[in-house]
């Protein structure tokens, strides 16, 4: 898993995975994030990068409510992601909050793995 990023690229494709990420990883992932209040939402799409001329990257979207409750958060439970996918498939982990313009295509690939309402 990469370091998480601040800032997401402005010319992405983002769907469902061909190839769903396997039930065990889910689950782990689930159960690292599930008691953090912070985190309102968690999704696991497919990324493109235009341009890159690398093909699709998991990646774990992680919606916070406010955008200064990421790094606090991220610094905490990156080390347990980071192990979670050390010996199954690999994936990023791209930290959003609420507001953020892609989230809306974010949900329209249907790859919830967590949300708090």
Request: aromatic residues 6%; proline residues 4%; glycine residues 6%.
């Amino acid at each position: 898993m990469q370091k998480y990023r601040e800032k997401l690229a402005t010319k992405i494709l983002i769907g469902a995975p061909a190839r769903p990420m396997s039930q065990d990883l889910r689950r782990r992932i689930s159960e690292i994030i599930c008691n953090i209040e912070e985190i309102r939402e968690a999704h696991l799409p497919d990324v493109i990068t235009i341009g890159s001329g690398g093909g699709a990257s998991r990646v774990l979207f992680l919606v916070f409510e406010q955008k200064d409750q990421i790094s606090q958060i991220m610094d905490s439970i990156g080390p347990e992601l980071a192990d979670a996918g050390r010996n199954a498939e690999q994936f990023e982990v791209w930290p959003i909050n609420q507001s953020n313009d892609l989230l809306e295509t974010i949900r329209d690939a249907n790859c919830v793995i967590g949300w708090r309402d």
